[in-house]
Antibody
Framework: QLQLQESGPGLVKPSETLSLTCTVS??????????WGWIRQPPGKGLEWIGSVLYSGNTYYNPSLGSRVTISADMSNNQFSLMLTSVTAADSAVYYCGRQFKVGQTGRWFDPWGQGTLVTVSS | SYDLTQPPSVSVSPGQTASITCSGD??????ATWYQQKPGQSPVLVIY???KRPSGIPERFSGSNSGNTATLTISGTQAMDEADYYCQAWDSNTVVFGGGTKVTVL
């Protein structure tokens, strides 16, 4: 059974870089037909997609985050990572990673999701 | 950018049918996905490719998608179905989530 686990600092200072890693077990991130994605959820609010990566390095990002986000894949460790630069309090959220299915032109969904990790941006 | 609109809340009596809508421009031409999220838990996939249920999701959950509206229907709603529900679609190489609907079982 595929499992994903987020890890990284729970507290980041404003203007610094948020870095998180998602470790995948029970399957390989190099499996065809999947992207691997990051989604966040500010406390009490809805879900926001951050971006997704293919094992080969192809990426898709949420345009609203601009150039602040970088997602990369590490096949040797079966992990993928998120970096978000110049963070502010608005970036405080629970960050989830998930396997993203890719079917046809528009079939994209996440399953399963990691348990999520709370990141707070504060000095 | 592409937007998906959901009602903020839906109330339903136990045993009755709950319908949650998700509206977006020509949404019927894209696949719609639905997630269930209970307090303090990660989202769980309940419907993908408009109508398909993952293994382990009860048959009372069903989906449809046509025109500009996708609908998640919960038949014979149970107390355990009380949760937030999010729709999701893919447009212009972007994952888009609806704002979420809180389903209350009264």
């Amino acid at each position: 059974q595929l499992q994903l686990q987020e890890s990284g600092p729970g507290l980041v200072k404003p203007s610094e870089t948020l870095s998180l890693t998602c470790t995948v077990s029970g399957g390989s991130i190099s499996s065809s037909g999947y992207f691997w994605g990051w989604i966040r959820q500010p406390p009490g609010k809805g879900l926001e997609w951050i971006g997704s990566v293919l094992y080969s390095g192809n990426t898709y990002y949420n345009p609203s985050l601009g150039s602040r986000v970088t997602i990369s894949a590490d096949m040797s460790n079966n992990q993928f990572s998120l970096m978000l630069t110049s963070v502010t309090a608005a970036d405080s959220a629970v960050y989830y990673c998930g396997r993203q299915f890719k079917v046809g032109q528009t079939g994209r969904w996440f399953d399963p999701w990691g348990q999520g990790t709370l990141v707070t941006v504060s000095s | 950018s592409y937007d998906l609109t959901q009602p903020p809340s839906v109330s339903v009596s136990p045993g009755q049918t709950a319908s949650i809508t998700c509206s977006g421009d020509k949404l019927g031409s894209k696949y719609a996905t639905w997630y269930q999220q209970k307090p303090g838990q990660s989202p769980v996939l309940v419907i993908y490719q408009d109508t398909k249920r993952p293994s382990g999701i009860p048959e009372r959950f069903s989906g449809s998608n046509s025109g500009n509206t996708a609908t998640l229907t919960i038949s014979g709603t149970q107390a355990m179905d009380e949760a937030d529900y999010y729709c999701q679609a893919w447009d212009s190489n972007t994952v888009v989530f609806g704002g979420g609907t809180k389903v209350t079982v009264l």
